[in-house]
């Protein structure tokens, strides 16, 4: 197998370092430009736009801009990569399926594993950017922050870095409970820059954001739990690291696991203990 040890792209660097003769980190490395918009701003994406009167107009609505505070933006931006790093690095192990790593010439192979890792640079230009957001301020709460992958931008609040809770009427086997789900807006978002979609599918229905329990405590449900399935970013990365040289090469694939337990953050608002049994 011939390594590459970095690579860029459009939409994110990349770097698979060796650690030891069993382990690798891959690391996804995004330079971020955040816009800061303020009330005078003008910008035009689709259906949101803002025409400097104070205003910002989207498919749901109307929404009244408020100024950032100076301390506030750097706070912003200094939390908004401290946020989504923490929540998505170091979070999954990617597992072969056989043996495949020679880190020596006179070594046998190996299944290396690798561990999944990303980085956010903040930059001052789009020229720069991977990736641009724009911030917005807005007084009302009922804006709905998105990502467009394809165009590398997204529309975000000064609330989105903050955990809310969601609460969504959810199947629990043949039962239906009201389920508070907690989340944090900008890690769902940042899940579709990784190009990762809604659990149930692309859409924006409430069915997309799944319908049982399991489905929507995914960070890509209504939730924050990550599951192998969100590794996908970089197994797919991977093929920009690992050329085969042989037909055994192409033999070798590689699956996600999390690599730590993780909170249950949600709360079923309908459990009851169970009745003590006869005696």
């Known amino acids: ?11 994110w660097d990349s770097c698979l370092i060796p650690i030891d003769d069993t382990t ?13 918009i303020e009330p005078t701003t003008r910008f035009f994406m689709g259906e949101t736009y803002a025409t400097g009167n104070g205003r910002l ?5 109307h929404f009244h801009l408020d100024r950032w505070d100076d301390h506030e933006w ?4 200094n939390r908004f990569v401290t946020v989504v790093q923490r929540h998505w690095s170091d979070k999954f192990i990617l597992d072969p399926n056989k043996d495949w790593h020679v880190p020596r010439t006179t070594s046998p192979r190996n299944s290396a594993t690798i561990q999944c890792g990303l980085s956010i640079q903040l930059v001052d230009s789009s020229s720069q950017a991977h990736q641009t957001y724009r911030i917005i301020h807005p007084r009302e709460s009922t804006f ?30 043949s039962e239906t409970h009201n389920i508070s789900f907690l989340q944090t807006t900008i890690n769902h ?19 997309n954001y799944g319908v049982t329990l ?24 991977l093929r920009n690291h690992l050329i085969p040289q042989t037909h055994y090469d192409t033999t ?28």
Do not use: C
């Open 1 to 11: 197998m011939h390594i590459h040890l970095f690579r860029n792209a459009r939409r």
């Open 189 to 207: 978002e940042f899940g579709h820059t990784l190009g990762l979609n809604h659990v149930k599918g692309v859409g924006n229905s409430d069915a």
């Open 24 to 36: 690798f980190g891959m690391i996804l490395q995004f330079k971020v430009r955040l816009v800061r």
């Open 214 to 237: 399991s489905e929507r405590e995914n960070q890509m449900g209504m939730g924050g739990l990550l599951t192998p399935r969100h590794a996908q970013p970089w197994i797919t990365r």
């Open 74 to 77: 750097e706070d912003y931006k």
């Open 57 to 61: 107009h989207d498919t749901y609505g």
């Open 144 to 173: 709905r922050s998105y990502v467009e992958e394809f165009n590398r931008t997204g529309v975000f609040t000064h609330n989105d870095l903050e955990p809310h809770w969601n609460d969504r009427r959810t199947r629990i086997g």
């Open 252 to 279: 070798v694939s590689f699956r996600g696991r999390v690599a730590s337990p993780q909170l249950i953050e949600y709360w079923d608002n309908d459990w009851r203990p169970a009745a003590p049994a006869a005696s």
